[in-house]
C-alpha cells in the first residue's frame, strides 16, 4: 500500500519558519520524483516546488523562489520542505506528490500552514 504522511505543519507569524516533513511507504522512495504543492479554499492546486529522484536537481514556484527549500533523505524515505521568510500568502494546505506512470498520482493527507499575526 502506498502511503504518503505530511507533519510539520502549524500556526506561525510573518516572518517565521517552518519545515514540513512527507513519509514515504509502500513503493520504493529513491527512484521517485517528488513535489510539493499547496492549495487554498476555492483556488486550484499550484506546485511550489520538485525534486528529482536522486536530489540532484530541484525546482520553484516563482512566489517562493529564494524562501523554500525542498530536500530528500532517500536512507529515510522521507520528503522536507523548508519554509523560511513566511507570508501570510503562503497560507493553505501542503501536499507531497509522486507519480507512478500507467497506474496514477499518489497524494498525500495534506497539512495547514497559516501565517498569521
Known amino acids: 500500500q502506498v502511503q504518503l504522511v505530511e507533519s510539520g505543519g502549524g500556526l506561525v507569524q510573518p516572518g517565521g519558519s517552518l519545515r514540513l516533513s512527507c513519509a514515504a511507504s509502500g513503493f520504493t522512495f529513491s527512484i521517485n520524483a517528488m513535489s510539493w504543492y499547496r492549495q487554498v479554499p476555492g483556488k486550484e492546486r499550484e506546485l511550489v516546488a520538485s525534486?528529482?529522484?536522486?536530489?540532484?536537481?530541484?525546482n520553484y514556484a516563482d512566489s517562493v523562489k529564494g524562501r523554500f527549500t525542498i530536500s530528500r533523505d532517500n536512507a529515510k524515505n522521507t520528503l522536507y520542505l523548508q519554509m523560511n521568510s513566511l507570508k501570510p500568502e503562503d497560507t493553505a494546505v501542503y501536499y507531497c506528490?509522486?507519480?507512478?506512470?500507467?497506474?496514477?498520482?499518489?497524494w498525500g493527507q495534506g497539512t495547514q500552514v497559516t501565517v498569521s499575526s
Open positions: 506528490r509522486t507519480g507512478f506512470r500507467g497506474v496514477g498520482i499518489i
Open positions: 525534486i528529482t529522484s536522486a536530489g540532484d536537481s530541484t
